[in-house]
């Protein structure tokens, strides 16, 4: 089905995260979802323990901020479907935002991160209240431990919480049981591509296919397609819907991680709430990273692999880094990609079975926000 | 409602697990489920990478053995309800053994334990894995940091997996909902209790206090009186007998709980599973434990705590502590403990509104084998 808006949708002028929110105040509204599933989760912790508001002030703190990404995708699935907006679609569609934090603290843990959203990670804030902890009392074990274990408990109950908001969020047992499928398959599948991700780096391989496997189902099916699965799922959206919605959305999602990795590499911190380069210590294993081992020179690659991974590289050889990236051309190859699969999905979406105006340019819009350079 | 066979649970003789089981083959019966369901996930999961067959595997090794006793609380439950036993209550039950798997093996990464089982942790044997991949390949990261990370994942996998087994088991949608709440509860509760005890082992504190609570949460309720409630909750059970099987179970979650801590301490590593005095290398703060810190004499008291929690005891210096929960009398008080708790299981056995006498001999046994010093 063409569709008019189809043309304008590829003309959207500048368009923002806050551009596309201003259709519907989907982070106000999921940040209140949040809000209140945590309220109640708190008083029923309190009843085991006082040790528990840890826990669950960690919970408020690592579910603020953040795009709101999969959430906005979720929604206008649902809109996309036909679904009526008076339905707790938000509630719904928060329970990716619980779980994007569960697989952000289960992630920090595993690539030892120090930094996330701007503010310790969170094993490192356990780390520094059981420091503190044992500083006061004068005993105490290993702080480092008390922090790897405590994210480990936070990450998992976050995971809980993301079923227990779905399936608490009000929608009919018919409907929650078609969007089950889908939550069952990107919970797997985001396991699965962080596994997969973490044998990248351990193997020290920049293979090209496994680092397209990793944006696949890492990102392109975690952060886009699935989210408007589960959403079209709970507006009664039928196949051919979900089929169009994987056109539009996979490789939207695989748009979207490109851009994230280069801001890893080349973002604004301000922005990123990640310090410069931070990837580049990680070592971590993109598209990126994968293109310029396969095209840099000799020279180039020696340099690559005696800096690339280090955890305490300076400026001057983060700089160094981003020019053999440069030089390489895989920032351009990078970009390339962006703008093609990019446009493959804003050409999908104009293929969609979609009625709702509104749901077809917010999915356009959000195709430009989510792969601009200023997200 | 008394019964004549309340009595006759008092003499039941010689109980095993084994005795118990040969009234409906539940380990069999649970393993087929967990067998056929993880069948399912390798097919899935070769789709996204042929890495993923390594986290399979080592699901399939950690749902391996086992007692087996939530699954089979699950099932008695829903028997005690009345439940059809033609209805796939051991594949629902089966999802408890996979949550617990997930409990394992992260409860062994926060632990550094090495093995599970009798077999190596599930991040050792990651760890085994890489190393073996970097010898072969003269490549590759840290085969410590892999395993951790690789365990933290399969973990997360047997939590997501859980739920699926639960709720693709076949129950209609209303049975999955009224058991939810305690299939939500259940999660929440162990996840909370692994953090109490976190937080007791790290501040070395021996509080008694809190020794109990990790002892309500982290088992009695998580390993016999949710399973319990799920099983009746499916089986149709109204909140009489939830509340009965709750007067029921949660001495006796404590009562195996103790018995537990006494074995990880003077138990035959051939039957445990685990190195002899695991729990005093690694500190484990129990009711045991908390119990001789408070009696024991001062000499005692001083060499406890040169010697506990220290990860390289040896032989005598494991015998000198037993000898110390011995003196201090801490063994008598818990077996005293055990004695009193299963009593009042079986009280209230005896008043609970089961109809079905098997469900009622079953769950006496069940009473006995939990508790007794041969399981």
């Given at each position: 089905m063409l569709k008019a808006t189809g043309t304008c949708a590829r003309a959207p002028g500048p368009t923002t995260l806050r551009d596309v929110y201003a259709e519907a105040d989907i982070p106000t509204e999921i940040q209140r979802a949040l809000t209140s599933f945590l309220d109640i989760q708190q008083e029923r912790l309190a009843a085991i323990g006082p040790e528990l508001e840890e826990q669950v002030q960690a919970a408020r703190d690592a579910t603020s901020g953040g795009k709101r990404l999969r959430p906005s995708f979720c929604y206008w699935g649902f809109r996309a479907a036909g679904?009526?907006?008076?339905?707790p679609i938000l509630k719904a569609a928060a329970s990716l935002e619980m779980l994007h934090v569960s697989a952000l603290v289960h992630d920090d843990v595993m690539d030892s991160s120090d930094v996330r959203r701007g503010a310790p990670a969170a094993h490192r804030r356990f780390e520094a209240l059981q420091r503190a902890r044992s500083a006061a009392s004068g005993t105490g074990g290993d702080p480092v431990g008390f922090g790897i274990g405590a994210a480990i408990l936070l990450g998992d109950l976050c995971l809980i919480w993301a079923d227990e908001m779905m399936h608490t969020s009000g929608f009919d047992a018919a409907s929650l049981a078609s969007a089950s499928k889908f939550f069952d398959a990107v919970r797997v599948e985001v396991t699965a591509g962080q596994y997969l991700d973490l044998v990248a780096q351990a193997s020290g391989e920049a293979d090209m296919d496994r680092a397209l496997r990793v944006l696949r189902y890492k990102a392109a099916t975690y952060t886009v397609e699935r989210p408007l699965h589960i959403g079209a799922a709970l507006g009664g959206g039928g196949q051919h819907l979900i089929d169009s919605l994987s056109a539009y959305g996979l490789p939207l999602g695989e748009a979207f991680q490109l851009r994230d990795d280069l801001l890893g590499v080349f973002g604004d911190p301000s922005k990123t709430?990640?310090?410069?380069g931070d990837d580049l210590r990680e070592g971590k294993r993109t598209v990126l990273t994968a293109y310029a081992v396969e095209h840099a020179s000799e020279v180039q690659l020696a340099e690559f692999d005696r800096l690339f991974g280090r955890p305490d590289l300076d400026s001057d050889e983060i700089q160094l880094l981003r020019e053999i990236l440069q030089d390489s051309r895989a920032v351009q190859a990078c970009e390339n990609l962006i703008t093609e699969r990019t446009e493959d999905a804003l050409d999908a979406l104009d293929r969609a079975?979609?009625?709702?105006e509104t749901s077809r340019k917010a999915l356009a819009d959000l195709a430009i926000a989510a792969t601009s350079r200023h997200l």
């Open positions: 679904g009526n907006p008076e339905l709430g990640k310090p410069a079975p979609i009625d709702d």
